[in-house]
């Protein structure tokens, strides 16, 4: 799926459900009739279907994109429709919330045996062990917490000089 293609049945779902869930709001809480809500349950059912027709086949990852687009077309709707005015945190909330949709759609996958995007059974484009991919050191509640991704991922918790390894969620007991 090409990223204009991607982009475009984003777009409609930010639209079907921030619609739809404008539509029953109306009613429900601005005193329109009710078939505004009859008319926002339907634009919600619709958001549905263009949301699963996205190429990645892991719901949690196209909703949690869709969900940064959700925030900042949420704000631009309030702009258009309800006069909302909308302040520089907002903007740049939303900026942040864009850059995520971008880096969970986007971003380079297959650097290892652990790349979701081979079929099972098979092996990833990539022979021998898989690059690590550091994050810089950075201070979680007074801990310096240092991410690697191999084959897994691994955390390293270290505090007062003590390291402690995080295993993957697959091989916690």
Same mark, same amino acid.
Do not use: N
């Given at each position: 799926? *090409?990223?204009?293609?991607?982009?475009?049945? @984003?777009?409609? /779902?930010?639209?079907?459900? @921030?619609? #739809?869930? !404008?539509? %029953?709001? $109306?009613?429900?809480?601005?005193?329109?009739? !009710?078939?505004? +809500?009859?008319? #926002? /349950?339907? *634009?919600?059912?619709?958001? #549905?279907?263009? +949301?699963?027709?996205?190429?990645?086949?892991? &719901?949690?990852? @196209?909703?949690?994109?869709?969900? #940064?687009?959700?925030?900042?077309?949420?704000?631009?709707?309030?702009?258009? &429709?309800?006069? &909302?005015?909308?302040?520089?945190?907002?903007?740049? =909330?939303? =900026?942040?919330?864009?850059?995520?949709?971008?880096? @969970?759609? &986007? =971003?380079?996958?297959?650097?290892?045996?652990?790349?979701?995007?081979?079929?099972?059974?098979? $092996?990833?484009?990539?022979?021998?062990?898989?690059?690590?991919?550091?994050?810089?050191?950075? $201070?979680?509640?007074?801990?310096?917490?240092?991410?690697?991704?191999?084959?897994?991922?691994?955390?390293?918790?270290?505090?007062?000089?003590?390291?402690?390894?995080?295993?993957? %969620?697959?091989?916690?007991?």
């Amino acid at each position: 799926m *090409t990223m204009a293609r991607s982009g475009l049945l @984003i777009a409609l /779902v930010a639209v079907a459900e @921030i619609c #739809g869930a !404008w539509l %029953v709001w $109306q009613a429900v809480l601005e005193d329109k009739a !009710w078939r505004w +809500a009859g008319v #926002g /349950v339907i *634009t919600l059912g619709i958001y #549905g279907f263009v +949301a699963a027709l996205q190429a990645d086949a892991h &719901f949690g990852r @196209i909703l949690a994109a869709y969900g #940064g687009v959700f925030v900042a077309g949420s704000l631009a709707w309030g702009i258009i &429709f309800d006069g &909302f005015r909308s302040d520089r945190w907002d903007i740049i =909330g939303s =900026g942040i919330c864009l850059a995520g949709v971008v880096v @969970i759609m &986007f =971003g380079p996958r297959g650097l290892g045996a652990s790349d979701d995007r081979c079929p099972p059974g098979s $092996q990833p484009a990539v022979s021998g062990p898989a690059p690590a991919l550091r994050v810089p050191d950075i $201070q979680l509640l007074g801990m310096e917490v240092e991410v690697q991704s191999g084959v897994g991922v691994d955390l390293l918790k270290r505090h007062d000089g003590l390291e402690e390894r995080v295993p993957p %969620v697959g091989e916690r007991h």
